[in-house]
C-alpha cells in the first residue's frame, strides 16, 4: 500500500514540474523573443560651422605635422623609413604650399587669432616637427629658408646634444631665422602618466627653454599625441598658450587652444 502511494505522489508531482531544456532542445527558440540587432552610427564630423558655434572662434588652419625629414638612403640605414619623408617630397610639398597661394604662419599668427580676432591668411597653414632630429638642420632648414617659411620644432630638451638630435648651437642660429623651439618634455616621456613625472617633464623643459630663451610664445605638443587633464591643468598653471595632439583634423578652436588637432604628412603630394 505505501509503495502506491509513493508511485501516485511522485506521478502528481511530475505533473506541475517545468521540464528542464537540454542542450539540444529545439524548441527553446520558440519561446524567447526574437532580437534584431541594430548597428551604432558612425559619429559624423561636426562641419567647420558647427564646430565654430561650439568651440570658437575658429579658424581652418592646418597644422602639418612631420618628424624626420632626410634621403630615402639615410632613413633606411637608421631605420627610421616609417617617420620619414624625403627630402626631395619635403620640397615639392613647400613648392606646392606656394603654388597653391596657401600663407604659411607662425604660432604667434594663431595666437594672434584667438587673442586679439587678427585674422590670417585665407588659406593658412602651420609646419610642425617634432622629436628635434638633427635632419631637421641638415635637411628640412635650408628648404624652409629658401620659400621663407616659419616652422616649429616640438624638442625634447633632454634630447639635445645626443647623437641623431640638434645641438644648442644649431637651435640657437635657427631660432633667429623664423623657427620656434618648443616644448616636448624633457625626455619625451607620455604625460598621461603619474602627475609627477609629467610636471618634472613639463617644467625640466620649460625651464631650460626659458635659460635659452626661447619660451616665446609657449607652446607645447603632447609625446605620442596624449594629453590629459592634468597635464592641461599644468600647461595652464606655466601660462602655456597653445598645445597640440596628433589627432586628425585642420580646424583650429579658442576653446580648444590646449587640444589642437594636427594633420601627419607622409611622402607624396600634398591634400589639404
Given amino acids: 500500500m505505501k509503495k502506491i502511494i509513493l508511485l501516485v505522489f511522485a506521478f502528481l508531482t511530475s505533473l506541475f514540474q ?20 541594430t548597428a551604432t ?13 561650439l568651440y570658437g572662434p575658429c579658424v581652418y588652419a ?20 616609417g617617420l620619414t619623408v624625403r627630402t626631395a617630397d619635403f620640397r615639392a610639398q613647400m613648392q606646392y604650399l606656394k603654388d597653391k597661394g596657401y600663407g604659411v604662419i607662425s604660432m604667434q599668427d594663431l595666437l594672434n587669432f584667438f ?20 635632419d631637421f638642420y641638415t635637411d628640412a632648414y635650408s628648404i624652409l629658408r629658401e620659400f621663407n617659411y616659419p616652422a616649429t620644432v ?23 631665422n623664423k623657427v620656434l623651439f618648443a616644448n616636448h ?4 616621456k607620455n604625460v598621461a602618466v603619474k602627475e609627477e613625472v609629467l610636471k618634472m617633464e613639463i617644467s625640466t623643459a620649460d625651464v631650460q627653454l626659458n635659460e635659452k630663451g626661447l619660451d616665446v610664445p609657449k607652446v607645447f605638443a603632447y609625446p605620442y599625441g596624449l594629453e590629459s587633464g592634468a597635464a592641461i591643468s599644468f600647461l595652464q598653471g606655466l ?27 607622409g611622402n607624396g603630394n600634398l591634400d589639404i
Wanted: aromatic letters at 10%; proline letters at 11%; charged letters at 15%.
Fill in 185 to 188: 618634455t624633457w625626455s619625451h
Fill in 18 to 37: 517545468s521540464p528542464t531544456p537540454s542542450v539540444t532542445d529545439t524548441s527553446l527558440p520558440s519561446i524567447l523573443p526574437t532580437l534584431t540587432p
Fill in 115 to 134: 587673442e586679439q580676432g587678427t585674422k590670417p591668411f585665407n588659406k593658412s597653414v602651420l609646419l610642425t616637427f617634432d622629436d628635434g632630429y638633427d
Fill in 41 to 53: 552610427p558612425t559619429p559624423r564630423p561636426l562641419t567647420f560651422s558647427e564646430m565654430n558655434a
Fill in 239 to 265: 601660462n602655456y598658450k597653445l598645445a597640440f595632439t596628433t589627432k586628425h583634423g585642420g580646424t583650429l578652436c579658442k576653446k580648444q587652444m590646449l587640444d589642437l588637432p594636427r594633420i601627419r604628412i
Fill in 62 to 81: 592646418p597644422t602639418l605635422m612631420y618628424h624626420h625629414v632626410q634621403s630615402p638612403e639615410s632613413a633606411k640605414a637608421r631605420n627610421q623609413v
Fill in 154 to 176: 616640438f624638442l625634447p630638451t633632454g634630447l639635445v646634444n645626443n647623437p641623431g638630435y640638434l645641438y644648442w648651437d644649431k637651435i640657437s642660429e635657427m631660432s633667429a
